[in-house]
C-alpha cells in the first residue's frame, strides 16, 4: 500500500421539492446511485434465509433521521435533519423532542447531522452535534456541545465552525466520533469543490480534531504552520460519513462516498493526505474522467475500496455478543444506494471478506449502532422512516441476549 418544529419541518419540506431529484428527494445529489449495469445478483450477498435474524421495528414516523446514540440508561436519542432531537424510552417514540436544539440549515441534505454522547455523561449529561449553520450561499458545520437535563438542553456553547463558509446543501461529512486518544473528530465535505479537498486554508474536505472544550490540541499535524488550519487532521477526502476510534486497535477508521465508483474505507492518521480529487477509483456522474490515476506516491491507498459506489454512510465496529462470535471485531457499514448492510470481516487491519444483508429489505439505510447489550441497529434513511433492531430467530445463535 502506498501512503497514499413545524416551520423548520416546512422550511425543509420545501428544500427538498428543490432538489434536482424531486421523486426521490431524500436521494440527494452528493450521494451516488447503483451503477444500472451491475448484476441484480452479487455473490457477497447473504440471502434472508440464510440469515437467522429479524428486524424489529423499535419507532418509525421519523422524518429524515440521521444518526442515534445510546444513553446509559437506555434511552435512545435520534436526530431528525429538519432541526429535532427525538427520545426514544423503551421502544416507545416520545412525543415531544428535545428543547433547546441549536437552529440549523436545514436543507437538501443539510441540518441537524450526528449525536455523540460524552463518555462521561453519567456525570456530566453532556452530548455533542454536529449540524449546518447560515444561508445556502455561505454555510458552515458547527459542533455544538450542551448539557441533557431532563428533556431539554441547557449549557450550549458553540465549540467549533468550519471555515471559510461556502455555498452548497450537498456532501457535507458531519459525522462525530471520539478517537483511541479521547479527542473529538468531525468530518467534513467538499460540497462538489473538489478543489476544497487539497487546500490546507480550508476545512472541507477535511477531517478535523480538535478538544472537547474546542481548543486545539498542541499535537495536531499542522499545528504552528501559516499555510494550513490548525485544526486540520487528514486532508484529501470527498465526503466521509463513517468515523470510529474504538475499535480497540488504537487507530481511526473512515468511510467516504466516492463518485461514481470508488467509496473507500481508509485508515486515517495524522497529517495523510488521503488524495481527492487527484486520485480515484471513481469517474463524475457523467462519466467524465476525474483523474486516470488510482494510486500516488505520498498519497495514502485506500484499505478497501467499492466500484460501483454504494454510498457509504455510516461505520461501526461490532463488540458485542449478539451476533455470531465471529462477527466480533469486524466492521459493519450502512448502505445508502446499495441499500444493504456490509460486513466486512477484518484481520489485522485487512478487510478478508465482504458480506452484504438485507439486500433492498428496508432500502436505504442512514446509521448503524451496536447498543451496549450488543444489539445492532438499523436507521432508515427516508423522509418518514423507522429505526429497526436485529433480533436472534433463536436463542441457539445468540451468544446472550442480556448484558455479560
Known amino acids: 500500500m502506498s501512503i497514499r418544529s413545524g416551520f423548520a419541518t416546512a422550511m425543509f419540506a420545501a428544500c427538498l421539492l428543490g432538489t434536482p431529484d424531486v421523486s426521490r428527494a431524500e436521494i440527494g ?37 440521521w444518526s442515534l446514540a445510546f444513553l446509559p440508561d437506555g434511552r435512545i436519542l435520534v436526530t431528525e435533519r429538519p432541526g429535532r432531537l427525538r427520545v426514544i424510552i423503551g421502544d416507545q417514540l416520545q412525543p415531544e423532542p428535545v428543547s433547546g436544539v441549536p437552529s440549523v440549515l436545514c436543507c437538501s441534505h443539510s441540518g441537524l447531522l450526528d449525536v455523540l454522547v460524552d463518555p462521561h455523561f453519567s456525570d456530566n449529561h453532556r452530548i455533542f452535534l454536529s449540524y449546518m449553520h447560515g444561508t445556502p ?39 462525530l466520533a471520539f478517537g483511541p486518544d479521547h479527542a473529538l473528530y468531525l468530518t467534513i465535505g467538499d460540497r462538489f469543490q473538489m478543489e476544497r479537498a487539497q487546500n490546507l486554508l480550508d476545512d472541507g474536505g477535511k477531517i478535523i480534531r480538535i478538544n472537547t472544550d474546542g481548543s486545539i490540541p498542541d499535537d495536531n499535524p499542522f499545528v504552528g504552520r501559516s499555510d494550513a488550519l490548525p485544526e486540520i487532521f487528514s486532508y484529501g477526502h470527498r465526503n466521509p460519513q463513517g468515523l470510529i476510534g474504538n475499535v480497540g486497535d488504537g487507530q481511526l477508521w473512515a468511510v467516504e462516498q466516492g463518485p461514481k465508483g470508488g467509496d473507500e474505507l481508509n485508515l486515517v492518521t495524522a497529517g495523510s493526505n488521503y488524495g481527492w480529487p487527484l486520485v480515484t477509483y471513481g469517474t463524475n456522474y457523467d462519466g467524465t474522467i476525474i483523474s486516470d490515476k488510482t494510486s500516488a506516491p505520498d498519497l495514502v491507498d485506500p484499505v478497501h475500496y467499492w466500484v460501483p459506489s454504494l454510498a457509504t454512510g455510516s461505520l ?48 436505504r439505510i442512514r446509521d448503524v449502532a451496536v447498543a451496549p447489550d450488543g444489539y445492532v441497529y438499523l436507521l432508515q434513511d427516508n423522509s418518514e422512516a423507522a429505526l429497526y433492531r436485529i433480533e436472534p430467530l433463536t436463542d441457539q445463535v445468540a451468544r446472550a441476549k442480556s448484558p455479560q
Open 137 to 175: 450561499e455561505a454555510g458552515t458545520i458547527r459542533i455544538s456541545s450542551a448539557v441533557l437535563e431532563g428533556n431539554e438542553l441547557i449549557d450550549k456553547r458553540v465549540i467549533f465552525e468550519s471555515r471559510p463558509a461556502a455555498n452548497g446543501l450537498d456532501q457535507i461529512g458531519g459525522r
Open 29 to 65: 445529489s452528493d450521494e451516488p446511485h447503483l451503477d444500472t449495469a451491475q448484476p441484480p445478483e452479487d455473490p457477497r450477498d447473504v440471502p434472508d434465509s440464510d440469515f437467522p435474524y429479524e428486524l424489529r421495528k423499535v419507532a418509525d414516523k421519523l422524518e429524515s433521521p
Open 316 to 363: 461501526v465496529s461490532y463488540y458485542g455478543n449478539v451476533m455470531p462470535d465471529d462477527w466480533r471485531g469486524d466492521f459493519l457499514v450502512g448502505s445508502l444506494a446499495g441499500e444493504a448492510l456490509i460486513r466486512l470481516r477484518m484481520d489485522s487491519g485487512h478487510v478478508v471478506k465482504e458480506e452484504r444483508y438485507l439486500h433492498h429489505t428496508i432500502g
